[in-house]
């Protein structure tokens, strides 16, 4: 940063740029302790939804397990095939303190036993539980998703929030600081001098 002269007007402009400075400090630290509690928020989420995941995972490979060793693996491939479909998913922008992440907007991909594509009649009680279970879990693996991106770009702005915090407060501030005292001092040094000429040129008109 350029030192500015010791002159009144730039000791006015240091002063107007460190008040603009500590005035953005308290900006980014406020937006900093609100994207640090959307993060354990989202943190939490992320924990509950994974934990559950798994646990769904296992019910729905217990299932599949279940359908295959009693329907057979021709019946339970068929009844897949009919139940094939694509899943529509839209990715919308959201904010939160100027930081833009995508969320994932979807319908619930759970679908009951006749809308599978399947005659629920040909097909067993364990595979239609089967086919419910999986559907759960891609419903699960959709929502983490989402919830997961909007972790990692919180953490990013966060460390770069950080770094802003620390430049300020480290680097900028202090020499703004710096540079005010020097200019203080140097008017003050100057009006020291001054009043002192004026008291010898008053000294001197005296004797005359």
């Known amino acids: 940063m350029q030192k500015a002269g010791p002159t009144r007007m730039h000791l006015l ?9 500590r ?24 924990v509950a939804s994974r934990d559950l995941l798994r646990r769904s995972m296992e019910g ?14 021709a019946a339970v491939e068929s009844a897949t095939f009919a139940a094939h479909r694509d899943i529509p998913i839209e990715l919308t922008e959201k904010n939160i303190w100027g930081v833009k992440f995508p969320d994932i907007q979807y319908k619930s ?27 759960r879990v891609l419903d699960q693996i959709l929502k983490i998703i989402s919830v997961e ?9 966060i460390k770069k929030t950080t770094r802003r915090i620390n430049a300020l407060t480290e680097i900028v ?5 710096l540079q005010i005292r020097a200019i203080r001092f140097a008017l003050e040094e ?8 004026m008291k ?5 008109q005296a004797v005359f």
């Open 149 to 157: 991106m909007r972790l990692k770009k919180i953490g990013d702005e």
């Open 60 to 73: 729905a490979m217990s299932a599949l397990g279940v359908a295959l060793g009693l329907d057979g693996r």
């Open 13 to 21: 402009i240091l002063k107007t740029q460190e008040e603009s400075a």
């Open 200 to 204: 010898r040129f008053k000294g001197k």
């Open 23 to 46: 005035k953005g400090l308290d900006l980014l630290r406020s937006k900093r302790e609100a994207l640090v509690r959307e993060f354990f928020s989202a943190v939490d989420t992320v």
């Open 190 to 197: 100057r009006e020291r001098e001054e009043t002192f000429r």
């Open 109 to 135: 991909v759970i679908r009951s036993g006749d809308a599978r594509g399947y005659s629920v009649a040909g097909v067993s009680s364990y595979a239609n539980t089967a086919a419910r279970d999986f559907e």
């Open 173 to 177: 501030l202090p020499d703004l600081r």
